[in-house]
């Protein structure tokens, strides 16, 4: 007989104690486990697609869905700006911006959402191809890793758009939409977005009965920049065609969403003060996303908070119901304990089969945890992924792991120990004699 | 031949007003005896001084040339694991494990190198084979004892103490389980002190000391 399979004997002979203690300990190790991972992805997906965005402009609305929806594409827009009201922070020669990349939002295929922009986009995410090429005008796209792979799609694919950022019937675009590229997985909020030019989405939303297959792909000549005298009515212009920035900026009646601002230098005063002065005074806000995700990190540490409270507060009720149901078993079994001395058992090893129960407990209710979180966390990852099309990793190394490992053993430990120095202290004659 | 247990002049007290003396004791390796005595005159507390598990307040217990109280808890531990059986009035086991894996513990904590089919066979000379699969709590009183003295011989000792052993038991019972002492005692070259107010034993040859006769 070894002493793990006497210990394990012991333990199992109340099975009612051990399920209540099993489960006590494993849902308390679980919940912190399970936190932790969610809280590292999380954090991980926002800091990833931060690509050093210093500022985001659009419509007035609330700055976290702003930035929820222009960079993380995880909510609705706040609304639509102006090119002519928002044209000043297009520029490539504005004194103060790096990059800016405006995005139309407001189509999506199969729930993945299709981002109307410049390649501008691809400086501020680590993108590469890894087939075709990049979009090329109206009606081209290029598909993200995780949207290729998971809706099927390939080179020279069509699809249709849908209005709005449900997968409903009845909403679908006319325009077909051809697939010309797919993207390398970066990791990135790119590998879930269909991206294609700003000018796919305004033809997809022109109400004017333009017939796209008819469309020319001829390169325009943009080089004069001078586009203003167009009149604007562009989409018979320039169907399929990717146009340059300032062209973009000649469209004054059309809109986009958002766009994506990286300063020259983020300690400019005047780049600080920017935000401010573009609420104050145009129809537009602008936010700064370190700041509003900070504050949002902030509310959600609350919740998280309190959370991480529930689970070492049942922590702490189990290591209390491990020590009672040691100590209870150490009562009843003070003779069984005090024969193991006459039969030759030193009190250290009393001491020792005791603290193994203890420990083994821990053990066994650790890996129950990490099972239940995971299962957790599996079932998360999957709603995330449907709900957001974000991909979590698959089972995620977390160095939570070895620091609830070390918690569950210093819990076992401490509930046993207690009952074990009292099984060191047992006095064979006065128990066998009592 | 040489003594296996020699005591001199054992006296304990668990309080001032009320002082125990005992006789002196000598068991020769493969002897038995019994002490007889009435309930409250201190058998049992002879037996735990004879066995290494209280030390008396003054006088001396020899076992196998060695002064027991002399040596260290750990020595005392291993020397009574090894060579001193000890079968209690009330039985106890571990009640969480099986007739067989008790024995299996108890020899594995004494160091005992006897194999699984020692076991049985020693099982099978006390009529319990067919209850080791049974726990604790599933055996009758009877059977408990034989589990007992199973234990207590199965790390093959150089004494048996057995305190009470029949106490419990009908006279059917009692013979069957001193019979079977006697021969393990016989079969094992035991030293067997048994230490009892039971009179029926009396009856079955052994040499006797009366506790209180002096």
């Not at chain 1, 001078?226 to 169907?239: A, C, I, K, L, V």
């Not at chain 2, 009330?90 to 969480?96: D, I, L, R, Y």
């Amino acid at each position: 007989m070894n002493r793990l399979s006497v210990a394990w004997k012991n333990l199992k002979s109340d099975p009612l104690r051990l399920t209540l203690n099993l489960l006590l300990f494993s849902l308390g190790i679980g919940l912190s486990l399970y936190l932790l991972l969610i809280n590292s992805q999380v954090r991980k997906a926002f800091e990833k697609n931060m690509a050093g965005i210093d500022m985001v402009i659009g419509a007035k609305g609330s700055d976290l869905q702003m930035i929820f929806c222009s960079m993380y594409h995880i909510d609705n827009p706040t609304g639509n700006i102006s090119i002519d009201e928002c044209k000043a922070f297009l520029k490539e020669q504005h004194p103060l911006i790096d990059l800016s990349v405006p995005l139309a939002l407001g189509d999506s295929h199969k729930g993945y959402r299709i981002v109307g922009t410049d390649q501008s986009v691809l400086k501020l995410y680590p993108a590469e191809l890894h087939e075709g090429k990049l979009w090329a005008g109206s009606g081209t796209v290029t598909l993200g890793s995780n949207v290729a792979d998971i809706l099927g799609l390939s080179l020279g694919q069509t699809f249709n758009s849908t209005h709005g950022f449900e997968d409903a019937d009845g909403l679908e675009h006319d325009h077909e939409m051809v697939v010309t590229g797919i993207l390398k997985p970066s990791g990135s909020v790119l590998d879930n977005l269909i991206l294609t030019s700003i000018y796919t989405v305004w033809d997809n939303h022109d109400t004017g009965n333009h017939n796209h297959q008819d469309h020319s792909h001829e390169h325009h000549d943009h080089e004069d920049n001078d586009h203003e005298h167009h009149g604007h009515d562009h989409h018979d212009e320039h169907q399929h065609i990717e146009l340059d920035r300032g062209h973009l900026i000649t469209h004054t009646d059309k809109e986009i969403t958002n766009i994506l601002i990286k300063f020259k230098n983020r300690k400019n005063f005047q780049a600080l003060n920017l935000p401010n002065n573009i609420r104050k005074h145009t129809n537009m806000q602008a936010a700064n996303p370190p700041y509003i995700l900070n504050q949002f990190y902030d509310r959600m540490g609350i919740g998280f908070n309190l959370l991480y409270w529930v689970a070492i507060l049942i922590c702490i009720v189990s290591s209390i119901s491990i020590f009672i149901s040691l100590y209870n078993a150490l009562r009843a079994r003070k003779y069984q304990l005090a024969i193991l001395r006459v039969e030759g058992a030193s009190p250290n090893y009393l001491f020792s089969q005791i603290l193994l129960e203890g420990i083994m407990l821990s053990i066994i209710g650790y890996c129950i945890g990490v099972i239940l979180a995971l299962i957790g966390y599996t079932v998360t990852r999957g709603m995330v992924l449907e709900r957001f099309q974000y991909v979590w990793e698959n089972f995620p190394q977390h160095p939570g792991y070895f620091m609830l490992a070390g918690i569950a053993l210093m819990i076992g430990v401490i509930a046993s120990v207690i009952p074990a120095i009292r099984a060191f202290r047992i006095q064979i004659h006065e128990t066998l004699s009592s | 031949m040489a003594n296996i247990l020699e005591t001199l002049d054992i006296n304990h007290s668990f309080d001032k007003d009320r002082v125990m003396r005992f006789p002196n004791i000598q068991l020769e390796k493969g002897e038995s005896k019994l002490i007889l005595g009435s309930s409250g005159i201190g058998k049992s507390t002879l037996l735990h001084v004879l066995g290494g598990l209280l030390k008396p307040t003054s006088g001396r217990v020899n076992f196998m040339g060695k002064s027991l109280y002399e040596l260290s808890t750990k020595q005392l531990d291993q020397l009574r694991g090894k060579q001193i059986g000890i079968i209690f009035q009330k039985p106890h086991f571990m009640q969480s494990l099986t007739a067989i894996e008790n024995l299996k513990l108890s020899n594995t904590i004494s160091g005992g190198k006897s194999t699984t089919s020692q076991v049985y066979e020693l099982a099978e000379q006390l009529n319990i084979q067919s209850r080791l699969q049974a726990f604790p709590h599933e055996l009758s009183q009877g059977e408990l004892q034989r589990l007992s003295i199973c234990r207590a011989f199965l790390k093959k000792p150089a004494m048996i103490l057995a305190d009470e052993p029949t106490s419990a038991l009908d006279d059917g019972n009692t013979a069957q389980v001193v019979n079977q002492l006697q021969s393990l005692q016989q079969t094992y070259d035991t030293a067997l002190l048994i230490v009892t107010h039971d009179a029926r034993l009396k009856n079955h040859q052994f040499h006797t000391i009366e506790l209180g006769a002096e």
